[in-house]
Every structure is written in C-alpha cells, then in structure tokens.
C-alpha cells in the first residue's frame, strides 16, 4: 500500500499535465469551440487561394452564417439578394432542400489564373429520403486581397398571382356499412398487372425492375415484391419496391419500378418470384405534372443522364417532386430504372429542372425511355 | 333408425361436446337398441316428439349438431323437445338411460329456404369478355341451415337497353351457380336470383374496355403546344371513365416531352412545352394514336 501511494500521485500528477497542455494546444490550433468565430477547422478569414475562399464560403453555407457568405459572393444583378440567395441554399416552399442539411462537401480547382479560377464542388446532403449528391461548378474572381464566389444564377421568376381552375377527378371510398347482407358490398381490388420484368446485376448487387399497369377503371395503390429463390429452392432475399415505383396508379397509367438487392449476385439466384399487390385507395388525378424537354445526354463529369423539365400543369404546389424513368433497349426491353429526388419544389404553373443518371455500361443500349412523376404535397399528407 | 351409440360417441367427439362424449362413452358397454320411436320426418325449427315404451323414470339425453339436452322422463309417455332444440339440421342422438342406457340416431333436414347468400364476382366487369361474370348461390333457412335438398334457382340479368336475360339452375350439394359474358354496353348489370318468394340482388358495373381508335389534335398557342384528344371511347363505342390515363409525347429529335393527362368528360387535354417542329402522338393503355406533326411556326 506504501509502494502504491506515490505511484497512484505520479499517475494524477501527469493527468493534470497532459490535460493542461492538451487544452493549450486546443485552443491554438483552434480545434475547441466556435466562439471566437476564427477558430473553425478548415476556415481562415484570409481566402488568399481560390481552395480557401470555396472552402470558406461553404462552412459558412454549412453552419448557415448567411452574412459572412454572402459578403463573401460577388452578384451579377441587383435582383440577386440575400433573402434569394438564403433560398437557394435552404430551400422554400416546403421542398427537399428545407428538409436537407448540407453534411460535408469536397471542392476540386478545375482551372485557377491570377485573376478568376473555376472549382469544382461535390456537395454532400443529408435529407429525409436518404444522402443526396450534388455537384457544382464555382466561378471565382480575385477582387483587391481575396477571393469572391461569382453569383450568376438567375433569380426563380416569381409565379403571378393567379386565378387556376381545378376540375381534375377524384375517387372517394365508401366503406359499406356492417348491417348490410353479406356478399352485397364486395368491391373488388384493382386489377394491376407486371408488363415487364428483367433482372440484372449492378455495382451495388442485383436489381430487378420492370413496369407494371393498371388495367383497372379505378385507381390503385401498388406495391411490387420480389423474391429471390436459389438452385435448392430457398429464399435468398425479398425485397420490395419501396419509393421507387409510383404507388398510385390511375386507370390505364404505367409505372416502372425497381426493387435493389444489395450484395447478391445473381449467379447465385435460379428464381425470381414476384408478386404486385393492388388495393383500393382514394385518389385525385390532381396534379398533372408535365416531363419537358427530356434528352439523354453527358454531364460535366461525362456522366450519362436524362434530363430534363418539369411542368406543374395545376394550381397545387407539389413539395417534393420525384421522377422516376424507366430506359429501354431497341427491342423495347426495360434495361434500366432510375430515379432522383427534385431538390427544389414545384410551384403552379412552373418548372423546375431534373436530372437522373444512367449507368455508364447501359448507357449505349439505351434507345428510350419514359418518365413518372411521384408527387409529394405537404397539403395531402 | 336405431343408430350405433359406438357412431354417436364418435359424432360426439368431433363436434366438441365434451360432456356428452363423456355421457356417451360411459355408457358405451352398456347400450343396448332403444326402447325408442322416432319421427321419419323432422324439420329444423319444428317441434319433435320421440314415443318410449317400458316404465319407471329415466334420464333423456339429446346431443345436436349445436346444442345437447338432459331431462329426466317417465318411460311409456312422449318426450317432446320443442322447436328450439332443433333448429340446427343435422343428427341427432336420442340417448335414455334407466340402470341401462339405449339410444337412437335421427336426422333433422333444414326447414324451407328463407334467404339466399348471393356472391357475384367481379364487382366491375369490362364490356365483351367472354365467361367474365360468375354468381354463386346457397339457399339457407331461418336458422341459417344450407337447405342441401335439390332446388331450382333463377337466375335474371338486366343491363339497361337490353332484354331481361333468365335462366334456371338447380342446385347441387346446396349451390347454384352461373357465368356468363359480359355485353357490349357499358353501365350497371343488375342480377337477380330468386327462389320462390326469396330473392337476392347484385350489381356489376360492366365499364369499358381498352381505347380504341385514339385520336388527337393539337396546336401552338402562346404557352405551348396544345393537345387534346377526340373523345376516347372502347372497340365498341363505350366512352372511357373519367381519370383513365393517355399519355401526349411531343418529339423534337432527341428532345421528347411527355404528359400523362386524365381523361375528363371522355377527352383528355395538355399542354406540352416543345420547341420547333414536333411531332406529337398519344397513348393510352395498349392503344396507339395518329400522330401529329406541328411546325415551329405557327
């Protein structure tokens, strides 16, 4: 017990030593709290590179600190304000980006001069549909000691006031009442059928996906499940199409759907078992959402995409519009469904851009395609 | 009409009446025929009276499909069991015990029919089909007994504009059925089926089927490309319901534009944002329109 006392007083002695110092160092290097406001990782108030001032600008972005980011922009019109400029970053009208957070980002110099430089950023989004990638190209001007973000986006023109008339159908249910003799009130679910069905094997593992109808008068509330069964009969995974289908499906309307199986391989499946369910649901045909103006095409990173417009044809703002397209082959086979998350809503009357990506392997067999719009209003919900 | 009390333990059993199988497997080594005159007839719902011969008092057991009985007898007289005790059809076991037990088995049949259980599939059915509609009908009594006797069911299908359509159908094993096409217009089918003075009715909705012959025209306006379908009706001239989908593509080369449009009050609109020179056709389920070609200019 003697022998221990000193050691145990050593032991304490070197504690309180190592935490001074580590808290000395902190505060240096500027690693402990926010306070001081100069002391964030990564920021430096001097954005003498085009890396500094990119990477400034959107811890400002991220920590929402609208005043220092946009002092740090330079507009290309007086209709550029901050209140736009604060939209644009947060989102308005109850889409996906009010719901989003900015995660982390990485910025890449494309080309840099004296006087202007082009970056590269990869912005990282965490939303209630799961992590959504973005990818931009920053403008940037050296102006007097420092570097300015180039602010050239046109400002959203503003919907007029307007008067839209809403005539669409809308299917109520009536559920018959108990008293009533038996077998006198049986409506039958909707008949749905799957047109197509193809299964391949992608990065993430195997996707089967396809389209289905509805052959029905009425409209339907569907959902696809898929088994996978292997050479012994077993099930390996079941899975269903979750968002990736349109689950309201009105009389005649096609759907594509994709059900994923991550980490399976399909030289390992013998079977596919499917099976579309169908109930009977309220709807409204209300709103009508146009695809405009879609094209297939490379992007900036000499990605395959399909983009294109979206056309609120209604009076309702759609909060989060979701496209879904389905991409055939020459023989009219579905060889690929994608589909992506409209990060900004859509108000009436307006458009608002999209963009799906299409594998770069398939993206050479793809001769068609066609395009659904999943709607989500927070009105509705 | 004596009925082997080994066959009544048995029926007992598996009907769930455990103290009466209970009763009845007591009494199994000591059944002798019974002393007792049973009804040739006996009918769900109406009084039975069972004649015993011998004297001295006794105890009367009476186990059915639904219920069982005690009461204690003076053999020699009638046992009366109400109406009541025998409104669920089937056998029955007449069980008297006096230092020795006896038994004996009847059938009670299910009085008349006095509802019909109707079932029509489906609820909506599309014009021309052949064998798409199917009833099914079992004639029951008032005690909800299926009346297994053969009996003759009509069947009536009115669609409006057309000629009420009969046809009779016995019944086998207690069901009746029928199928048959559905016709050519759209609107309600109403189904009958009737049995004496009893009768069920359903509706089937025959709606219409796949369009026909999609046509459309179009424009340019100021906001765009006008489009709208000539009323869309089936093969045989039914007008489509009202939501059912045609989808407007407008191609531009390798621009294309879509729109999925319901239908409302049989035409469906849109309009399209395509530039230049487009050609515009339409769909809807498998069916094809002409296509429309629409300059930049206009």
């Known amino acids: 017990m003697k022998r221990a006392l000193p050691i145990v007083i050593v032991i304490l002695a070197v504690t309180v030593v190592l935490i001074f110092l580590g808290l000395s160092t902190g505060r240096s290097a500027g690693t402990v709290g926010v306070a001081a406001g100069t002391a964030l990782p990564g920021f430096s108030t001097n954005a003498s590179t085009p890396e500094q001032a990119a990477n400034n600008f959107l811890l400002d972005v991220q920590r929402r600190n609208w005043d220092r980011a946009f002092s740090n922009v330079e507009r290309t019109s007086d209709s550029l304000n901050e209140e736009t400029f604060i939209q644009e970053w947060v989102g308005s009208n109850g889409g996906l980006r009010s719901f989003s957070s900015l995660e982390r980002f990485e910025t890449r110099p494309l080309h840099a001069t004296d006087s202007e430089a082009q970056m590269r950023v990869r912005l990282h989004w965490s939303t209630p549909v799961g992590p959504v990638e973005d990818v931009r190209d920053f403008r940037l001007a050296h102006r007097g000691d420092a570097w300015k973000i180039i602010w050239d986006d046109a400002p959203k023109p503003n919907v007029p006031a307007q008067i839209v008339p809403v005539n669409y159908l809308r299917w109520d249910l009536v559920t018959g009442t108990a008293g009533e003799e038996w077998g006198s009130h049986n409506v039958d679910a909707p008949n749905v059928r799957i047109v197509s069905m193809n299964a391949v094997d992608s990065a993430e593992g195997a996707v089967v996906m396809g389209e289905v109808v509805n052959e029905d008068t009425i409209p339907a509330f569907v959902n696809v499940n898929a088994t996978l069964v292997n050479g012994s009969g077993s099930t390996i995974d079941d899975e269903s199409s979750f968002d990736k289908i349109l689950h309201v499906l009105l009389p005649k309307q096609v759907t594509p759907y994709r059900i994923d199986f991550p980490q399976v391989s399909l030289s390992k499946v013998k079977n596919v078992r499917m099976d579309v369910k169908a109930t009977l649901v309220p709807a409204s045909s209300d709103p009508v959402i146009g695809v405009m103006n879609q094209k297939l095409d490379k992007d900036a990173q000499g990605h395959s995409v399909l983009h294109g417009e979206l056309l609120n044809e209604s009076g309702q703002t759609v909060n989060i519009p979701h496209v879904i397209a389905s991409f055939y082959d020459n023989n009219g086979k579905v060889v690929w469904v994608a589909d992506g998350y409209v990060e900004h809503a859509l108000l009436p009357q307006a458009t608002e851009s999209f963009a799906v990506e299409i594998p770069q392997s398939l993206a050479g067999k793809v001769q068609n395609f066609h395009v659904v719009v999943n709607q989500y209003s927070l009105q509705n919900s | ?298």
């Open chain 2, 1 to 298: 009409m004596s009925w082997s009390i080994n066959t009544a333990c048995k029926t007992l059993s598996t009907r769930g009446i455990p103290v009466a199988a209970f009763l009845c497997s007591a009494m199994l080594g000591i059944a002798q025929d019974a002393p007792l005159r049973l009804p040739s007839h006996a009918f769900a719902g109406q009084p039975v009276s069972i004649a015993t011969s011998g004297s001295g008092s006794a105890t009367f057991y009476l186990s059915g499909p639904s219920s069982s009985m005690k009461r204690d007898i003076q053999l020699g007289q009638n046992i009366d069991i109400t109406a009541k005790d025998v409104q669920s059809a089937g056998r029955y076991v007449a069980i008297i015990c006096s230092g020795e037990c006896s038994s004996a088995g009847f059938f009670v049949a299910p009085a008349e029919p006095a509802s019909l259980a109707f079932l029509v599939h489906p609820s909506r059915a599309p014009v021309g089909l052949n064998d798409v509609i199917s009833g099914v009908a079992f004639p029951f009594d008032q005690f909800h007994n299926l009346v297994l006797t053969p009996t003759m069911i009509q069947f009536q299908l009115a669609a409006k504009g057309t000629t009420p359509n009969s046809r009779a159908v016995e019944t086998h094993s207690g069901v009746a059925w029928f199928r048959t096409n559905s016709g050519k217009s759209a609107g309600p089918l109403q189904i009958t089926v009737s049995l004496s003075d009893v009768n069920a009715r359903r509706v089937v909705q025959q709606v219409a089927s796949d369009p026909c012959n999609l046509r459309i025209k179009g424009q340019r306006t100021v906001k765009g490309i006008q489009v709208e379908t000539e009323p869309v009706r089936d093969c045989s001239g039914n007008p489509v319901p009202d939501g059912t989908i045609v989808t407007f593509t407008a191609k531009n080369g390798d621009d294309v534009s879509f729109v999925d449009a319901p239908v409302k009050q049989d035409v469906a609109r849109a309009t399209l944002l395509a530039k230049g020179a487009v050609v515009v056709s339409a769909a809807s389920g498998v069916a094809t329109g002409n296509e429309l070609r629409i300059g930049g200019k206009e």
